[in-house]
Structures are given as C-alpha cells and as structure tokens.
C-alpha cells in the first residue's frame, strides 16, 4: 500500500518523546549568522508550527532490499506534510533492479543511473536532478529515521537558506528478518522509533564528539564542514546547484568534499538533534577505518586545502591551491614585479596560484625596436614567469574562484618574508577573520597601497547576504571580522634584511596600550582622590605632619 499521512501523529524527539508547540514561522528572512555561531536562529517546536517549502528525499541505493523497504516504510511514516514530501531513489545498478515496496511515501519514485556511471556521489546528483523540491534532503538507503526526521531539519531550512543541518544517527546490530516494514510503520507512526533497537548498546557516529566540544558547532568556526558526512543531511538546492553538486569522480570521500564547497559558498553548519535516526548496521567506513582513509586522503586532499592531512605535508602543489595571489603588473617596471613576484613563488607556502595582472593582450609580434618597446617590461615580464606552472597572465583581476580558502593581493615593489603568507593566513584563522589587511612599510595611513587577504567563505556570505561591493568589506565585518596588522613580521623595509618573521599586529598593540591606560587612569583617580583630601586639611601640624 501506498501510505498518506493524514497528520494524527505526534512528532518524536531524539530522545523518544513527543514535541508539542503553537508557533508558525513567519516570511522568509536572511539573518546573519556570525562564523558559524548559528545561535541567532531560532527554531519552532516540532509539530508547533505550519511548513510551506517541499522537499526531496534523494536515497542513493545499491542492492539490500531488505533495509531500503523498512526506510521507505520509516519515510511513509513522517509527521511532515505527505503534499510536501517526494522521495527519488536512485538505483545505482542493483541487480536485478530495484523495486517500490507496498509500503512507502505517496510520491515515491526510482530512476536509474546513467548508464556508464556508478558511486553515490552520482546517484546523488541523479536524483537532485530528477526532484522538484525546493530543499534536497540526502538520506542512505540503510537509514531508518525517525517520524520527525524530516520535519525536524525542515524547520532550520525555513529559516534561512544558506544552511547545510546534518540529522543525528546511531549505528545499532541489524539483524537480517528481526524487522517488518509494517512493524517498522507503525512503530515510527506511534512515535516509538527509539523502541525498535537498543539504544544503550547501539554505537555513536565519531562527528557527535566534535558537535559536543565545539557548542553544538557554534564554535567550530572554519572546520565546521568536516562533520557534514553521509547519511542524512540537507540543504536548499538553490545551494546544492550553486556548489555544482557533488563531484562523482570521488567514490569514497564525496561528502567530505561537497561539505567543504558548501563552506566555501557561505553555508553555515547545523547539527540537528531534535530527532534521529537509525543507521541499520555499521557503515564501511567504520568497518573499514584505516583502508578507508588510505584511499580517501589522496582525493580530498587534491580537492581541499583545509583538510587537515593536506596541511601537514609541505613543499607540494595540489589540484586546488590554498592561495590565489594577484599582483597587478600593468604600468610597473619589470624589477618591481619581479621581486614581489619571486619572493612570493619562494617563499615556504607552495600551493598558490600567482596571478600576474597587466594588458597581455597588446603583446603583439609586429616589428619593433627591441629595446625601444614601449611593452617592454610586459614583454620581459611575460618571458621570465613563461615556465612557471603556477603563474597566470591575465588582463582582469580574476574571478573569485570559490574552491581556494584565500585571496590575497599584493601592490607591485611590496617585499614578502619567506614566511608572509603563512603569517597572514595563521592570522586570519587565529582571529578567524573574514579580511586581513597588512600596512606595508612607508604606508602613511589605512588608505594607502597594502596587502588585503580576503577569505573567500566569508566573502561569498556576505554576497549572498545582499552584500555589494560599496558596502561588502562592512558586511564582512559583521560576519566575520576585519582585522588589521601591521607589516613587520610578514613584509620587509630593507630587501637585504628580512626580519625576524614574528607577527606583529595593531590588535594585540591597541590591547596593549588600552591596558596601560586603565593603569594610568587608576592612577589619576588615586592621585587625585589623595588631593581633595589634603585639600580639606587646614591645619599647620597637620601639613607638617603630610610632608614629614
């Protein structure tokens, strides 16, 4: 049978217990989220309030009949509206194909894969693809959930269209034959979900110990994406597009990846564990730990530079750098390209991108006295870095390119350390800063030439957010902060002399001045409190008595 919810259930919590409330979410609304402290948002109570957005369940699924007929069964069961809800399971080549049990979601459907191509990450965007909703919820075809499951990450999604909400799961022994897909309906319709396995016994996926040391994720700031794995998740497919979707030539590492792109787009992380789900046996990855991780490392760490495995080898390039350097080239001479340039390129951070900014285009093969060309220094410019993988000429700034971390442009003639971008990108994840601007030497005030690192993340929420570019500096420091430093430490007044390559930033010298002032302002007070006292004494032996 084909089941339609008729809306006479109560929703469950995470815990078992049933959710009541009175609140309807009211118009869409774009509240800026700090980093990804996403405490400004608030919730309704599950089963208080009235859904508008439709949603699709994708389930990618490969054989194991047996769980994928008690998840569908676990779906017809849901407290969110039946009208709102369609399921697309994507038959990734099972053998013989898969089929629609009785018992399942009104609007359910499979599609197949295209033919030649195989893995979740492309069952995943088949079924993106073939849906209507407006929200895309993934969820694996071995996730029995709970009647609010749905529901419960639907009320972050109204809220707010740039969230990736992550569903809570437990991994409890599934025994093949113990569960019916009719017991498994009315067990999650009558809101005992949590009674179908033991939950003392059933293991915790490793992402809860992350959401419990970092606040619910509200401090994770930059790593946020990390737990964004498997399972069940969802996000706006406005959001899913932008982002491309995921990549399918990952087979294992997929989520990892589409997490980070998310971040890179501006997406804020939320851990939703108002309700659950049931993982029905364990995953590979958890069988499998260390073969896993041998084989995902090489493919995230081409596609992430965040990832952390990636950070701790040095000396490499990648697929995709963690640096975009620009450098505008046009109207200066070739020797004050050239020293930023090369310093830049030898420096001990190695997996940039320079781009070398100028009008390339006029670069001509017409006659011309060599030494006499009024492209010169182009020309020269050009020749010098025309072996150099990692720079680019280009006639225009680049556009943003959303899978680097970093953005950093620098005026022709500075002087970088060795060291000057890894000290400006160590500054911007210690202060977790959306800008970094660095003064460089001579510079007379904040409106003179400097060094500006943008991260991209905080860059791409602020556009999001309405930002233009008259005010996104602004915005960006209301997401995430601007902070400003001082060159020392990280460019050079002398090009013979680079410095000790110690930071040295205006926030931590503005602390610092602020406390002595504080100090000399007690001072004051206790200097001129011991005045008004002598003031009032009148008395000869009393003035002897003081100055004795």
């Not at 509206?81 to 053998?95: C, K, M, T």
Request: hydrophobic fraction near 40%; charge should be neutral; charged fraction near 25%.
């Amino acid at each position: 049978m084909t089941v339609v919810d008729d809306g006479s259930r109560e929703p469950e919590g995470r815990d078992g217990t049933a959710n009541r409330g009175s609140v309807k979410i009211p118009d869409r609304v774009q509240p800026r989220v700090r980093h990804n402290d996403y405490s400004v948002l608030q919730p309704p109570p599950l089963g208080g309030w009235t859904p508008t957005l439709d949603v699709s369940v994708v389930i990618p699924a490969f054989g194991e009949t047996e769980k994928l007929h008690l998840v569908l069964a676990a779906l017809a069961a849901q407290t969110y509206p039946a009208h709102l809800l369609e399921v697309v399971v994507v038959d990734d080549g099972s053998d013989p194909p898969l089929t629609l049990p009785e018992i399942r979601p009104e609007n359910t459907r499979i599609v197949p894969t295209a033919p030649g191509l195989w893995g979740s990450a492309n069952a995943v965007n088949t079924g993106a693809a073939a849906s209507d909703g407006s929200v895309i919820l993934r969820l694996d075809s071995d996730m029995l959930v709970y009647s609010d499951h749905v529901e419960s990450q639907l009320r972050w999604q109204h809220i707010a269209d740039y969230l990736a909400v992550l569903g809570h799961k437990m991994f409890p022994e599934f025994v093949p034959g113990l569960l019916t897909p009719q017991r498994t309906y009315e067990a999650v319709r009558g809101g005992r979900a949590a009674e179908l396995f033991d939950r003392e016994r059933a293991g915790a996926h490793w992402v809860e110990q992350v959401i419990d040391r970092t606040d619910r994720l509200r401090s994770a700031g930059s790593s946020a994406y990390c737990v964004f794995v498997g399972a069940t998740g969802s996000v706006h497919r406005d959001l899913f597009d932008a982002v491309g979707g995921m990549d399918p030539a990952l087979i294992l590492g997929g989520d990892t990846e589409l997490g980070y792109r998310l971040a890179q787009a501006g997406a804020v992380f939320v851990p939703d564990l108002d309700s659950s789900s049931w993982h029905l046996g364990n995953s590979q990855m958890r069988l499998r730990r260390e073969s896993g991780a041998r084989y995902r490392h090489p493919f995230v760490s081409n596609r992430v530079p965040l990832f952390r495995e990636r950070r701790k080898i040095h000396g490499r390039q990648w697929s995709v750098p963690y640096i975009d350097v620009i450098i505008d080239s046009g109207g200066h001479r070739l020797e004050d390209v050239r020293v930023t340039a090369d310093r830049v390129l030898a420096g001990d951070m190695s997996d940039i991108r320079v781009f070398l900014v100028g009008p390339w285009a006029t670069l001509g093969a017409s006659p011309r006295t060599p030494l006499d060309d009024p492209e010169l220094d182009l020309r020269l410019l050009r020749e010098t870095y025309r072996g150099e993988s990692r720079v680019r000429f280009v006639d225009e700034p680049p556009g943003i390119d959303r899978s680097v971390p970093f953005r950093l442009t620098l005026p022709a003639g500075s002087l970088p350390t060795p060291r000057a971008l890894r000290v400006v990108t160590d500054t911007a994840e210690a202060e977790e800063a959306g800008l970094v601007s660095v003064v460089l030497p001579h510079a007379k005030s904040t409106a003179a030439p400097h060094s500006r690192l943008e991260r991209t993340a905080a860059f791409a929420r602020a556009r999001h957010l309405g930002a233009t570019e008259a005010d996104i500096d602004r915005v960006v420091g209301e997401i995430y902060g601007v902070h400003w430093m001082d060159w020392a430490g990280s460019f050079v007044d002398d090009p013979a002399h680079d410095g000790p390559a110690v930071p040295c930033d205006w926030q931590a010298e503005l602390r610092k001045a602020q406390l002595e002032a504080k100090r000399q302002r007690a001072r004051a007070d206790r200097l001129e409190r011991k005045l008004r006292w002598l003031r009032r004494l009148r008395t000869p032996e009393i003035w002897r008595r003081v100055f004795r």
